[in-house]
């Protein structure tokens, strides 16, 4: 069976700008690979985010993948790229991958409900 381990952290810089880091490895018949991954997304508009991720993995340093997500009330939609310049080369390339989807999103509150919220520490009083 094969075994996986990540580590991941975001840092969110602004309001609508997160930084983050993800550390992968798998171990197949007893072979490790290792991936690593730096990444940065954005809210352009409101309900609207662009994000770009930069990816190391299987001895490749050319994987820049793409992604942009567009929330329509409870409606998420979302595409994704993991390697933008694959895709950009259509014909030439062996193969290409990209991903969309639709996520339903339910309770979620919006930016200035979670400002009203108290303090962590007095929240746990």
Wanted: glycine share 8%; proline share 3%; no cysteine.
């Amino acid at each position: 069976m094969p075994t996986y381990s990540f580590f991941s952290a975001n840092l969110h810089i602004s309001d609508k700008t997160a930084v983050g880091i993800l550390a992968y490895g798998e171990r197949i018949s007893g072979e490790w690979l290792p991936a690593m991954a730096l990444s940065a997304q954005t809210e352009l508009l409101k309900g609207f985010n662009l994000g770009a991720a930069y990816v190391i993995r299987n001895k490749r340093f050319d994987n820049l993948g793409v992604n942009a997500s567009l929330r329509i009330g409870p409606l998420q939609v979302l595409a994704a790229t993991d390697n933008l310049l694959t895709l950009l080369q259509g014909s030439k390339s062996n193969t290409v991958n990209g991903r969309v989807g639709v996520n339903l999103i339910f309770g979620q509150m919006d930016k200035e409900a979670q400002k009203k919220m108290p303090d962590e520490k007095d929240f746990f009083k």
